[in-house]
């Protein structure tokens, strides 16, 4: 693992440079090379596996590998955005006009969220299962992440990640609204409705038992826990 994060720190390094140079399909080609030799993951195969199939490579006996997953989100997540960067530099180069321009970016960025969207369910993953956030500049990486993909409708998986992973860093109103749209988008499955409601009991009772000052730093006052619960039974 320390070879690992050493190799990333020079390719981390290396990008910088060969971003200022335009010269990303170097870069992206050992990018590649990287994740193959360490990971057995080249970019191609990472962009046809579901982000749970990824999960799967990095289990043992039921046991996860999260400090690996956590380089190797890291890893996708660089990726997504050299790709990204060279597409749209090769639109610029091509010089497309306007219309058909818009189309190839329109491409490049739903590209970007997709593979923007895997390395937040694994990152996610690797954090819920304790991986070590000292060794690798992850916290920028996952606060862009959260900023980029807010617009976007997140998979269920990923809501499902989210509310826990806010809880686990005492963000208690960012959880609740993550933990909101994971229940509602089970609306038209009442039993798994019934199930998440559960959980969302849970996480309310959890909160109530907490003092008010560390409710109030997670900016989730204690009044608005009775009425959480009551949301949660009304649906």
């Known amino acids: 693992m320390l070879r690992l994060i050493e190799e990333m720190t020079q390719m981390i390094g290396k990008a910088m440079g060969l971003r200022e140079q335009k010269k990303r399909t170097e870069l992206l080609f050992e990018w590649d090379e990287l994740m193959q030799r360490r990971f057995r993951i080249n970019g191609e195969l990472s962009d046809k596996l579901s982000a749970d199939d990824m999960m799967r490579l990095f289990m043992t006996n039921g046991r996860l590998h999260a400090d690996e997953l956590q380089a190797f989100a ?8 050299l790709e990204k960067e060279k597409g749209l530099h090769e639109d610029e180069e ?9 189309v190839e970016l329109g491409q490049a960025e739903a590209m970007y969220i ?8 694994l990152l996610l993953e690797a954090m819920l299962h304790g991986s070590d956030r000292k060794v690798l500049p992850v916290m920028p ?3 862009q992440l959260l900023h980029e993909l807010k617009p976007y409708k997140l ?10 992973w806010f809880e686990q860093e005492g963000r208690y109103a960012e959880a609740e609204d993550a933990l909101f749209h994971w229940l509602q988008s089970a609306a038209e499955r009442p039993d ?3 199930l998440r409601k559960k959980l969302a009991h849970g996480f309310y009772e959890r909160m ?16 608005e826990i009775k009425q959480g619960m ?6």
């Open 74 to 81: 890291f890893l996708l997540f660089e990726r997504a955005k």
């Open 94 to 102: 091509r010089h497309l006009d306007s219309r058909l321009e818009g």
């Open 114 to 121: 997709r593979r923007s969207m895997k390395a937040l369910n």
């Open 141 to 143: 990486s996952m606060e």
């Open 155 to 164: 998979e269920e998986s990923a809501l499902a990640r989210l509310w826990r």
């Open 192 to 194: 798994e409705l019934q």
């Open 208 to 223: 109530e038992a907490l003092p008010d000052e560390q409710l109030e730093q997670g900016r989730l006052p204690r009044d």
């Open 230 to 235: 009551e949301d949660v039974s009304s649906l």
